[in-house]
């Protein structure tokens, strides 16, 4: 006999979405002159259409964004943006289900997660920043630190209402006004947030939203009008970013890609670190930049550790997202997919060993077994580009120094794990880590007090804690 | 002397072994516990999740107050647990002090529950602070009595005491008592354990030592059978078996009072040790009110609505 979970869906019925959506400019919603499908890359189920953002929505959503700046926005007092700011992480928290619901419908990811981690992380996000707003004159920023103005946002994805709360929280808290554009494959949540702010009486544009591809996020970026931007994506168009803007004065924080080196020690609690792994690679489909996508194993608990996580993962339930059982969703886009299978075909052809366990994929939808690869060395192109799939790329070392040499030896810098029961071990190789975050004995755990950036190509600048105010407040005096 | 050849039972060796062992990270345990008990169990896993625990619990009475009357009246629940119902299984055992053992084998084999075991607890339950020689006769006495199960208790303080010789020896010398005529659980108190560490070495030191199962707790002392302590056994057992290719069972007793607490249990095993573990032979519930609140969500799942307790039995 064997304990089959019977299928436990979350209902979508708490989600109304309409077949079309505009922009979210100056307080309301304007229709769009072009369309594109979303879809549901579990079932490729087109949801809604959404509009296709131009210069000229663009023009207008800064315009709006400037006025609402100089007319009320910088003349609010920080108290009155915290009650703001306030406000609507008490709608989010109210309307929770309902964002985790749509999340999970439009990106693929599992219920348990937008349920459990990004809804109340989103919420989180606020009702921090909210208590900063009327205490910036102590953020260690001199007297009556200055907010930029209107401030471009651009996010990804992968979280993609997380991603607007850690952009738009802090940019409102000290006193910008934001054009936020979300990811072409998720916009649905972001368009839902649109409706919080004008539940919460957001006064108008202070928040825009307009919905488009990189076309409309270049035009953001490039835009006069905008005296910050904010972006999160891949370092390709990071890159591009920080070129469009040299010689302006435009401030910018990048965050972009990673590599991440989860590294074990010995003397590791075994069955924790195995966890630690899971979670570090297989959350969120892998669709994370500060994923822990290289294991770096010392070699004599290698095997045995291997062995482990091999167990654990034929007991990961890879299916419909909207199952409250599910750990690993779907894949967020063809592209994506397409783009994952091409890295794991490179690592079978690099001659590393591939293994997955036995599970049954959806033949719609997008999808990809949870996968790990061993025999892996530095030189493989699974070991030095990011994936951002459900794939890792295992790795030993000999001696402590050959695993920071090695997890250090990546053009990225997001993120880093350490397992070890020894502190001294983990405080010594935390220090010699080239890493924005080090997680000791634990991984991809993420709080809005603690400030998140990369070094080298990962990124510019940090997001949360008092060190993420920064970006956005020119010092005082 | 060897046992299955990892160790040779001298303090020395088992220190040696325990001190080998992968620490247990707290906050990463109780993370996973917490996790698991996320899962959401509807319809015919439910159906099914609650005539397994049913099958799983040690119908439990362990009171200065029991009588012959309650012990009886008690077999009669096990052997049928729900009078109306002929569906509903027995449950796993009976555990009862060690002066009731005769009276509850008497009776169940009297009313048809010669399937039902007689489970004794013993060495000085709960507290275990008894001499050796009494150990040994109190859980003679039990077995002499028609007991097929002896619940013992270990030696808290000789093992927060480091001394894990000691422990082991009174594991063996009960096991050796056991004989084939009983099956031995070891409990080892964890609420007293208190670390996680504390209570895969406990694992590990009964395991070897002969124990056909690990048990977390008396019920006389909180915390008792928490997730995360359930989980660290069941780590143990899955990897025991790995390391023996011999199968030991897991019971959680003390604070498993309702349903859902109850299928958090059976997802913990399922998901930790493996469906291998989900049957009584294998994992018990040691509990006394757990029994009617299974009964009442069976009936609410056959009969769509919940019953009025009084379409339970209270003993």
């Keep these: 006999m064997t304990f089959e979970y019977a299928p436990a869906p979350e209902s979508r019925s708490i989600v109304d979405i309409k077949p079309k959506y505009g922009h979210f400019i100056d307080g309301k919603f304007v229709p769009g002159k072009k369309h594109f499908a979303t879809i549901n890359p579990a079932t490729e189920e087109v949801l809604s259409q959404i509009s296709l953002g131009g210069q000229s929505d663009v023009d207008k959503a800064v315009q709006a964004a400037q006025k609402a700046y100089t007319k009320t926005w910088s003349k609010l007092s920080g108290k009155e943006r915290g009650k703001y700011l306030y406000r609507i992480a008490r709608i989010l928290q109210e309307r929770a289900r309902e964002f985790a619901v749509l999340e999970t419908l439009d990106n693929g990811k599992p219920i348990r997660e937008t349920r459990d981690i990004d809804i109340p992380l989103v919420a989180a996000h606020f009702f921090y920043h909210a208590g900063w707003a009327d205490k910036l004159d102590y953020a260690g920023l001199g007297k009556s630190p200055q907010p930029h103005g209107v401030a471009g946002q651009i996010i990804p994805w992968n979280f993609p209402l997380l991603m607007l709360a850690w952009k738009v929280a802090p940019a409102l808290a000290t006193g910008n006004t934001v054009v936020l554009k979300p990811a072409e494959t998720t916009s649905l949540t972001a368009l839902l947030f649109a409706q919080v702010c004008q539940q919460a009486e957001l006064p108008d544009g202070v928040v825009n939203i307009v919905t488009g591809d990189g076309s409309t996020g270049a035009a953001i970026v490039n835009h006069p009008g905008i005296h910050k931007i904010a972006f999160t994506g891949s370092t390709d168009v990071g890159k591009k970013i920080a070129r469009a803007i040299a010689g302006t004065s435009k401030k910018a924080t990048l965050e972009l890609g990673g590599k991440g080196a989860n590294i074990v020690f010995d003397d590791a609690p075994l069955d924790e670190t195995v966890e630690g792994i899971v979670n570090g690679i297989f959350f969120n489909q892998g669709h994370v930049c500060c994923a822990g996508s290289r294991l770096i194993l010392q070699e004599g608990i290698a095997d045995e550790l291997i062995e482990k996580l091999k167990v654990r993962m034929a007991k990961i339930r890879v299916g419909d997202p909207l199952d409250k059982n599910t750990d690993l969703g779907a894949i967020n886009s063809k592209e994506q997919l397409l783009k994952i299978q091409e890295l794991a075909s490179a690592g079978d052809a690099e001659g590393a060993q591939r293994w997955s366990p036995a599970c049954t994929l959806s033949a719609k939808g997008f999808w990809f077994a949870p996968t790990i690869f061993t025999g892996v060395t530095q030189a493989h192109r699974i070991a030095r580009e990011e994936i951002f799939g459900p794939v890792l790329s295992i790795l030993t070392f000999r001696t402590p120094q050959e695993a920071i040499e090695k997890a250090n030896n990546t053009p990225f810098g997001l993120s880093a794990g350490v397992w070890s029961e020894k502190g001294s071990r983990i405080l010594w190789a935390t220090q010699q880590l080239r890493a924005g975050v080090v997680w000791a004995n634990t991984f991809n755990k993420f709080d809005p007090t603690s400030p998140f950036g990369g070094y080298k190509e990962s990124g510019w600048g940090r997001e949360g804690g008092k060190h993420g105010l920064a970006a956005y407040l020119k010092e005082g005096k | ?315």
């Design chain 2, 1 to 315: 002397m060897s046992f299955y050849g990892i160790v040779d039972g001298s303090e020395s060796s088992l220190k040696r072994f325990l001190a080998q062992l992968p620490g247990v990270d707290q906050v990463g345990a109780e993370a996973r516990a917490a996790m698991l008990a996320t899962r959401s169990i509807k319809t015919t896993s439910k159906r099914w999740a609650i005539d397994t625990a049913i099958s799983m619990v040690d119908l439990t009475t362990l009171e200065g107050a029991d009588t012959a009357g309650k012990v009886r009246a008690l077999c009669s629940k096990a052997v049928r647990p729900d009078p109306s119902d002929t569906t509903v299984p027995s449950v796993g055992a009976i555990c009862v002090y060690n002066d009731m053992v005769a009276i509850a084998r008497t009776h169940l084999d009297a009313i048809g529950g010669k399937h039902v075991p007689v489970a004794a607890v013993s060495t000085a339950f709960p507290s275990g602070r008894a001499s050796m020689e009494v150990k040994i006769q109190d859980t003679q006495d039990a077995i002499d009595a028609g007991a097929g199960e002896i619940d013992m208790v270990i030696d808290r303080g000789a093992f927060l005491s480091g001394q894990y010789g000691l422990v082991f020896d009174e594991i063996v010398k009960i096991r050796e008592v056991c004989g084939e005529r009983a099956h031995l659980k070891v409990i080892f108190e964890t609420g007293e354990l208190v670390t996680y560490d504390n209570v895969r070495k406990a694992s590990y030191l009964a395991m070897l030592a002969g124990a056909d199962f690990i048990k977390t707790s008396t019920g006389k002392v909180a915390p008792a059978a928490t997730p995360p302590v359930v989980l660290v056994m069941l780590e143990a057992v899955r990897d025991f078996y790995q390391m023996t290719e011999r199968r030991i069972g897991v019971k959680p007793a003390g604070g498993i009072r309702n349903t859902k607490d109850a299928i958090k249990q059976l997802v913990l095993v399922n998901e930790t040790a493996g469906p291998e573990w989900l049957t009584p032979e294998f994992f018990r519930i040691g509990a006394s009110a757990l029994l009617n609140d299974l009964l009442m969500q069976r009936m609410k799942m056959d009969d769509g609505y919940y019953a009025s307790p009084n379409y339970v039995t209270i003993d």
